[in-house]
């Protein structure tokens, strides 16, 4: 299963890589797909946020922000 999945992703960074998207595009997309975007689940797990900082989505309030949370799930992007 392991080899189907990186085959699979191996497969879309080589279609992102060819891509004809203007090159930060093709960087942002990449940085998004190894989830390395600064969320505050990302900051929180390096820790780069104090203990006491919340980890929720700073546009709804309504999950954790993280990058598939902003770009997919939360109510306030996605009517945009």
Known sequence: ???ELCRSEEEVFAYLWKSS???KVVAFSW???????PTC??????????LDAST???LCA???ETSTHIFL???VTSIM
């Open 1 to 3: 299963m392991d080899s």
């Open 21 to 23: 998207a203007p090159s």
């Open 31 to 37: 940085t998004l797909l190894l989830n390395q975007i």
């Open 41 to 50: 689940d990302n900051l929180a797990l390096r820790n780069a946020l104090s």
């Open 56 to 58: 929720g989505c700073v």
């Open 62 to 64: 309504s999950g954790v």
């Open 73 to 75: 799930h939360c109510g």
